[in-house]
């Protein structure tokens, strides 16, 4: 674990081989820009304020204009919810993360370690470390703490709040490198389902959703998308004969006990995650 990641503070670990990170964004752009033909515009920065049926179509519309197809996909996530679908039936959490600023020449030499690795936590409310090198140069990210927002916002208190707990963390796995600080902190937004089932399928005629990842965007969220694709098209497969025989997303109790239950329940299982988190 040391010749890895630089530090003592890990008894041991379990290795998975051709593994890969990616860098989010990057990978984002990268799809968009594969995607982007005389066939297929992208646009960015135009929020749809509603979705209502016209006729034989849906038409969304933003700020600045609209558009109309017979056929649409949600794949908005846990936003499925403020177009009035699967009301109740969504957990709104926040994960958050901090990044350092780049490491010095010196500093790569004092934590020594592998450029580029990542380590998930035994338990699940622990914390995650990456270690990332190339654009923007050698950093570490920490991740911990979850809150359950039904709003869908996260205040920049909060944020604030779980950045002393990330510092905790990083000093704790590092302290080598106690002088590093923190360049970025920022919340993201996940949805989960009480039963971890996703929320798929054809929800209003001609309207297809592929949201609820339950933690698992990348993977699930491809797939899922995939799937909706083969539905709105008429083509049918495997990918959407499985997801559409889920039971989909169970009902959440009313507020604020799930807000109440749902953060105990997170604060709880932190106490217990112990030197994991």
Not at 7 to 22: D, K, S
Not at 24 to 37: D, E, I
Not at 75 to 87: K, T
Not at 213 to 226: D, F, R
Request: hydrophobic residues 40%; neutral net charge; aromatic residues 8%.
């Amino acid at each position: 674990m040391k010749e890895i990641t630089g530090t003592t503070y890990y008894q041991g670990g379990l290795y998975t081989p051709h593994a890969a990170m990616i860098q989010p964004a990057m990978f984002v752009r990268g799809v968009a820009g594969g995607l982007q033909s005389n066939r297929v515009s992208i646009f960015e920065q135009s929020p749809v304020t509603s979705l209502a049926r016209n006729g034989e179509t849906w038409r969304a519309k933003t700020i600045k204009g609209s558009v109309e197809a017979p056929r649409v996909i949600l794949a908005v996530n846990g936003h499925a919810e403020s177009f009035g679908y699967f009301e109740r039936r969504l957990m709104h959490v926040f994960t958050c993360a901090s990044m350092t600023r780049a490491l010095t020449v010196d500093e790569v030499a004092r934590l020594g370690g592998a450029p580029i690795w990542g380590a998930t936590p035994a338990d699940p409310m622990g914390t995650t470390v990456r270690r990332i090198s190339g654009v923007g140069g050698d950093r570490i990210v920490i991740l911990n703490r979850f809150t359950y927002d039904p709003s869908m916002e996260v205040s920049d208190g909060r944020i604030a709040s779980v950045g002393r707990d990330h510092d905790k963390a990083f000093t704790a796995r590092f302290p080598m490198l106690a002088s590093v600080e923190m360049a970025h902190r920022w919340g993201g937004r996940l949805c989960l389902s009480r039963n971890d089932a996703p929320a798929f399928g054809e929800v209003d005629e001609g309207l297809f959703a592929a949201v609820c990842q339950n933690g698992l965007g990348v993977a699930k969220g491809t797939l899922s998308g995939m799937a909706a694709a083969e539905l709105a098209s008429g083509v049918g497969g495997d990918a959407a004969a499985f997801l559409g025989a889920e039971a989909g997303p169970a009902k959440l109790p009313l507020e604020p006990f799930s807000y109440i239950g749902a953060n105990a329940f997170m604060r709880w299982g932190e106490m217990k995650a112990g030197r994991e988190l």
